[in-house]
């Protein structure tokens, strides 16, 4: 099964698949870790976490690039305003990206190259450049790209660029999305700040030369892929190209995938408009991590998500039904055998499933075809017309469906645990809910114990007793269910 993926290189949807006929070689742009992450970066790290994984799922080997951008001018300012070296300063928002990464379920990419530890390529790259006509260096030492040496230049953003003055220089990392710059590829070193002694001058990497390095050393001079969210179309990627197409005269990447934005409540996130949330944000007013997963996959990668409450809410009670929905295949006993119309539901629920994500990653439609399973196999379960066989079929196709959504295998309650610790150790104990304050009140012992005195006194036939801690627990978030096969509970 191919991938049909859209292209923003092309304008439509190509067939990705490895050239080399064995591994994708893809390279997605990793984080800033200036601070902490917040759900629109999320988003785009977990979308092409669905490419990864979608690709594995269909036997496609991946190698997976993602940089780490430790040095760049907000970390400058911030490192220095803190009063501490750029390293010390980033290696605690680094360890709070892995964390959050593995909290959402993002599985980790074979590469994990730092800026800082490939400043030699880097600037041998430079150099590369300036050989070909494609860089110079300016009085105060620093070295820039010259755009008119690439005539290409605007192939991925299909932005106009004739009116572009000629020389015109930038040297932020980040600039205006309407005008083309002569950009920086070196900095030459400024009091105070962090530098390099090199071949081309002391000074500090900008931020466009770093990916184009990385991208090159583990994965040659053109591969598959490349990735990030909408907003590095222009003038990050842009730049990318020209580094490394104006050395190599190949291309780069031969497809390029961009996350859309994510809005909440219909706008742009802002700190000052008071909708800008971090994942702990989340986890600390009471929100599972599985259901944030869900809430930023669910939505395909190329449309415009728009992040509500509500929204978790919904990915919450659909999580919930899967799980409950797994629990009653795997606890319960079938007769052997197989029911042929299950079978048929097991078999087009799986096809449709890898049809839609086959189809540009879409998401949304992958999810409908689960849950027509879910219903069907309920209902059959309640009719005993559920068989053994019949069960197989269908964990196999919830087993495909968390390959890539993984949302069913429950590891919320460690994640939240951990979110507190957070809280507690940053000073943030007054953001947690108070739900969430009451749910985590009792430890699983004490519920079990609670459980058991509950079964205890329904064998007496204490109603009473029983029914007052089903209540108790249940104010504090913790769910009794009674089956055939016993008692279970869980947390809300
Ligand atoms: P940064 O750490 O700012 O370099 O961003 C890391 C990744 O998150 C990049 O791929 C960005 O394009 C992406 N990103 C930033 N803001 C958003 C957003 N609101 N929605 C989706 N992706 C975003
Ligand atoms: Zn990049």
Redesign the pocket.
């Known amino acids: 099964m191919t991938l049909r993926l859209f292209n923003t290189l092309t304008g439509q949807l190509d067939d990705l698949v490895p050239s080399d006929g064995k591994t994708l070689r893809m390279y997605a742009?990793?984080?800033?870790i200036y601070d902490y992450?917040?759900i629109?970066?999320f988003?785009?790290?977990l979308q092409v976490d669905v490419l990864r994984r979608f690709l594995k799922l269909t036997g496609v080997a991946v190698h997976h690039v993602m940089n780490i951008?430790d040095v760049d001018d907000k970390i400058i300012r911030n490192a220095t305003a803190a009063g501490v070296p750029i390293g010390e300063y980033t290696a605690r928002y680094e360890k709070a990206f892995f964390e959050d990464l593995d909290a959402l379920g993002v599985e980790r990419p074979e590469e994990i190259p730092h800026a800082t530890e490939h400043i030699p390529q880097m600037v041998k790259l430079v150099q590369r450049l300036a050989a070909a006509g494609a860089a110079y260096q300016t009085e105060d030492g620093s070295w820039y790209f010259r755009l008119a040496s690439f005539p290409e230049y605007g192939k991925l953003s299909k932005k106009d660029l004739s009116g572009m003055e000629d020389g015109a220089r930038v040297d932020v990392d980040e600039y205006e999305k309407d005008s083309a710059r002569d950009f920086a590829l070196w900095k030459a070193a400024k009091p105070g700040e962090t530098s390099w002694d090199t071949p081309i001058g002391r000074g500090r990497p900008g931020w466009h030369i770093e990916c184009s390095t990385m991208a090159m050393e583990y994965l040659g001079e053109s591969f598959d892929l490349h990735a990030?969210?909408?907003?590095?179309i222009f003038p990050h990627h842009e730049n990318e190209i020209a580094q490394s197409e104006s050395v190599t005269h190949k291309p780069f990447a031969r497809h390029w995938m961009h996350?859309?934005?994510?809005l909440v409540d219909g706008r742009k996130?802002s700190k000052s408009q008071g909708n800008f949330y971090t994942l702990r944000d989340l986890l600390l007013k009471g929100f599972k991590a599985s259901s944030i997963r869900l809430a930023l996959i669910s939505v395909p990668y190329r449309h415009q998500l728009n992040f509500t409450f509500e929204g978790l809410t919904e990915a919450t009670s659909a999580i919930e039904r899967l799980r409950t929905f797994k629990q009653r295949l795997t606890a319960g006993t079938f007769a052997p055998g197989a029911n042929p119309a299950l079978q048929e539901a097991a078999k087009k629920a799986q096809a449709e499933y890898l049809a839609a994500l086959s189809n540009d990653l879409n998401t949304a439609e992958a999810r409908a075809p689960i849950f027509d399973l879910l219903r069907a196999g309920n209902a059959a379960i309640d009719q005993g017309q559920l068989l053994a066989d019949d069960r197989d079929a269908i964990l196999a196709v919830l087993a495909s469906f968390d390959a890539v959504f993984d949302v069913i295998e429950d590891r919320d309650a460690e994640i939240t645990r951990r979110a507190l610790d957070y809280a507690e150790q940053s000073g943030r104990l007054d953001d947690v809910s108070p739900e969430l304050v009451a749910s985590q009140s009792l430890t699983d012992e004490a519920i079990d114990a609670l459980v058991a005195e509950r079964t205890q006194a329904k064998k007496q036939r204490n109603f009473a007793r029983a029914d007052q801690i089903r209540n108790e627990l249940a104010e504090k978030g913790v769910v009794i269910e009674d089956s055939k096969d016993g008692v279970h509970w869980k947390r809300k």
Do not use: A, I, Q, S
């Open positions: 742009c990793g984080p800033t992450g917040h629109g970066n988003r785009t790290f951008t990030g969210g909408e907003d590095l996350v859309r934005f994510l996130m």
